[in-house]
């Protein structure tokens, strides 16, 4: 089963899947050794860890694609690509999605923000006009149809930021705008309650995926409850980053403080995570 094939085989079960956040090939390869069954490239992580910059549209694509290419590389399981905005007009559109299948995503995120665009939960946010938006989506979804005509496989994600920048009802009709063009996952970026969650999946029948994020004053729901409401997916896009800095935070105050770390897994695990034990046994293989 190729990588979309089983991100699909995911959608079709009645439980929903949660997505960790990752954004280099370890935090996708620590991912698939918890057991996670997917997880997501997310643009966020990429550009705090790749360039040490806000997600505002400041990473390129080329940036963006390195990254995706050594995550796909490094694990098995079906990875979604945050593209963005697609990089450009819809002729970029079409050479991102290209791209990213060429790197080994199971499936591409294409939103619907101002280029450049930001984190959706970032001041100044803005989507473009509703018809640039389809004509853009459009353009990733004639590259997956040609990709799958061609003999390869993708599922593309088609996601609103609407509902912060222009309100609820313009987020459910892009939404369905989105799922009746043919979008094989629609997501709705920032719903204001569950009421609202539980308006997208009434009006849309393409599986849906909620983000969630430790953010003061947004609603949290964990995995059985967004189930409950109709979704298939539960992203926590930064949650493993947000873990990563607190324990580096964590780890240096002690540095500065006593001259070494105390919470640290032992060494033999760090050697056997990172891959030492797998190289070693293809050292034995070939030059015993």
Known sequence: MNKAAALRALLARESITTLPGCWDALSARMIERAGFPAAFMSGYAVSAARIGLP?????????????GRDICAATAIPIIGDADTGFGNPANVRRAVQGYAQAGFACVMIEDQVFPKRCGYAQGLAVAPRDEVRLRLQAALDMRDEIRAAGGDLLVIGRTDARPAEGLEEALWRAEAFAGMGADIVYFEGPQSEAEMAELNRRVATPTMLAQIEKPGRPWLNAPQ?????????????????ATIRAQQDALAEMAAQGRAERLVSFDTLY??????DYYAIERRYLA
Do not use: H, P, Q, R
């Open 55 to 67: 997600d505002a549209g400041l990473i390129s694509y080329g940036e963006m694609l390195s990254a």
């Open 226 to 242: 967004a189930e409950a409401l109709g979704y298939k997916l539960l992203l926590l896009g930064v949650t493993l980053l947000n």
């Open 272 to 277: 056997e995570t990172v891959g030492f034990e």
